[in-house]
């Protein structure tokens, strides 16, 4: 074994001694990159995760936490300026469960089990009172906690007091609600109307004009009434559909004309006019059902016909006791003598027309007029030639489809022509000096100089090997050779050469060895002669 370890030492030095003092150094380089990298690498698989056990705590609650996890022997860390607290990854869910068991976080609210468990019969109403209200508050933001899109809520709810008096009137309740709302998310006017419902509906005389509701952004969640339910109800909201508008039209616009020129090649802006003005009328209208002839269906008639044969007075004029208004229809016919003869024929008839009646409710909001600036920069900026006017001209025809389709048709009472058109439309062509180039490539994550020494160093690592290789084969040529040559055969230094003495010293060995005795006695009589 000994022989062994100081051949694989005696090696090792060989191998040492006969590299050159570049070579020594990437070795050491190597080695002691390999020794960085598995410590490294057995200190992050050591490393223990750690994830949010609780969060949004109280700086009480986080205490008591806390308190209770190093009283168990669980490592754990504060963050989030003391609202959250970290445990181990594998431990987070055995710990919700024991200390949900504990009553551990405890929330500081009341609900209505409190009463069953605190009450007693030294309450006094005041502080009945104080407890049902906060326990009413309490359910109140659990129950607005389920609905999607709201991660917490606080309540406060006013109550009005009793009057002394029967006579005297109920005041109404009041509430304050705040939200804290998920980024982004967007409640629609159904989910807004059902939660000022349900506040309205869970405290006693409470109307819904009572209840302010807003976010943790100050943004405020109000309810559009029936009567205050139109878009355009009130200033800002006016002008959020006008930018709205404005918005949509440069959008489109703007993706359109960058996909022709380019993303950074455009830039427009839009212009409207927004007319607000509601209007409801009510028409009643009558048209013939025969618009041909302009007649309607007939649904009765009358007709009367009238004759007379004799003696008259005067040949002509109005029969007695008609209404010259009356005697439409009427004809006379004239004798040379005193005879006459009188007919008269009277026909009436009932027509049925159509009666439409129109109640009409204005659109709350229509474009009055529009105007779309776009500037162009053309392909080589130093030359705006470089753009032809027949790019121009097509720019310039496709906002006018955009005007012609967007402004109100009833607002002009007349076809737009193309010059009127063309006088809302503003192209520009010319280079954009005030645009911002933006770096193409994307900054790497680690520093140029670690890329470089690791590359160094991994450089070194192979031509370490490679030499490493290269130097066994060469010690294994040498050997081959060696042993083709054969060895050559040296005298043993340690071999006796065979003599006189030599040989009786080996028989008196072989006699002490087979026979013990015999080898006694002639020491016996050589000690006699002695």
């Known amino acids: ?79 989030d300026g003391g609202t959250t607290i970290l445990v181990p990854e594998e431990n987070v869910d055995t710990l919700k469960v024991e200390l949900a068991a504990e009553g551990i976080p405890e929330s500081g609210s009341i609900d209505y089990s409190f009463f069953g468990k605190n009450a007693g019969i030294g309450m006094t109403e005041n502080e009945f009172n104080v407890l049902k209200l906060d326990a009413m508050q309490t359910e109140l933001a659990d129950l607005i906690k389920g609905i999607e899109g709201v991660e917490d809520a606080k309540v406060m709810i006013t109550l009005p007091e009793k009057g002394v008096f029967v006579s005297q009137g109920n005041e109404e309740a009041s509430a304050s609600i705040v939200l804290k709302t998920k980024p982004g998310y967007k409640f629609k006017e159904e989910s807004i109307r059902a939660l000022y419902h349900l506040v309205s509906k869970s405290v006693p ?56 020129m380019g993303r950074d090649k455009v830039v427009v802006t839009v212009s409207a006019d927004v007319d607000f003005t509601q209007e409801n009328r009510e028409e009643n209208l009558v048209t013939p059902v025969d618009e041909e002839n302009m007649e309607g269906i007939a649904i009765s008639a009358q007709r009367i016909t009238e004759t007379f044969t004799g003696n008259g007075d005067q040949v002509g004029g109005v029969p007695q006791g008609e209404d010259p208004a009356d005697s439409l229809g009427s004809s006379y016919l004239e004798s040379n003598g005193s005879n006459g003869d009188y007919e008269r024929i009277e026909e009436t008839i009932n ?13 709350p909001y229509k474009v009055r007029d529009l105007g779309i600036q776009v500037m162009v920069e053309p392909p080589t900026p130093d030359d705006p030639n470089s753009l032809p006017q027949e790019r121009v001209d097509d720019i310039t025809r496709v906002l006018g489809t955009i005007i012609r389709t967007t402004i109100a048709k009833d607002e002009l009472g007349q076809e737009l022509t193309e010059e009127d058109i063309n006088n809302k439309i503003a192209v520009t062509v010319q280079p954009f000096n005030g645009k911002i180039e933006f770096p193409s490539d994307e900054p790497s994550s680690l520093p140029l100089w670690a890329y470089i020494v690791g590359g160094i160093l991994l450089l070194a690592l192979i031509v370490l090997i490679f030499l490493f290789i290269r130097s066994r084969r060469r010690q294994e040529e040498e050997d081959l050779v060696l042993e083709e040559q054969g060895a050559i055969e040296l005298p043993d230094v340690n071999e006796e050469h065979e003599t006189e003495g030599t040989l009786k010293r080996k028989q008196l060995e072989k006699l002490a060895k087979e026979k013990p005795e015999e080898f006694a006695k002639l020491l016996r009589s050589w000690l006699a002669e002695d």
């Open 1 to 79: 074994m000994n022989e062994k370890l100081q051949n694989l030492m005696y090696g090792i030095k060989t191998f040492w001694t006969s590299r050159s003092k570049n070579q020594k150094l990437m070795f050491i380089g190597a080695v002691v990159l390999i020794i960085v990298s598995v410590t490294a690498v057995s200190i992050l698989a050591s490393r223990t995760t750690m994830v949010p056990l609780y969060s949004n705590l109280s700086p009480a609650e986080t205490g008591t936490i806390k308190e209770n996890l190093d009283g168990r022997g669980i490592k754990s860390e504060i963050a």
């Open 205 to 260: 005389n409470l109307p819904t004009d009572n209840i302010v509701i807003m976010n943790q952004n100050f943004e405020y969640f109000d309810l559009k009434n029936e009567n205050n339910s139109q878009p355009g109800a009130d200033f800002a909201t006016q002008y959020q559909i006008k930018k709205e508008i404005e918005r949509d039209i440069q959008r489109q616009v703007q993706n359109m004309l960058g996909t022709l």
């Open 351 to 363: 027509n049925e027309v159509n009666r439409i009646k129109k109640e009409i409710v204005e659109s």
